[in-house]
């Protein structure tokens, strides 16, 4: 959990930053963030699906 917190926090502050310093974002349109968040559920959900399968 710390290193999802550091994570964020760490890219809330470079986000400041960028956006004091007028520089454009690197990251992806939205849509390609939403994929990625699909890619990790999707990731998350085999597992859980074995383990229910299993009981």
Same mark, same amino acid.
Do not use: C, D, E, Y
């Given at each position: ?6 994570? @964020? *926090?760490?890219?809330?502050? +470079? &986000? ?6 007028? !520089? #454009? ?5 939205? @849509? *390609?963030?939403?994929?990625? +968040? &699909? ?6 959900? !085999? #597992? ?8």
């Amino acid at each position: 959990m710390w290193s999802i917190l550091l994570a @964020l *926090g760490t890219g809330i502050v +470079i &986000g400041v930053v960028f956006q004091s310093l007028r !520089i #454009p974002s690197p990251a992806p349109p939205m @849509l *390609g963030l939403i994929g990625l +968040i &699909g890619m990790f559920l999707g990731q998350r959900l !085999i #597992p859980w699906i074995k383990l229910l399968l299993n009981h």
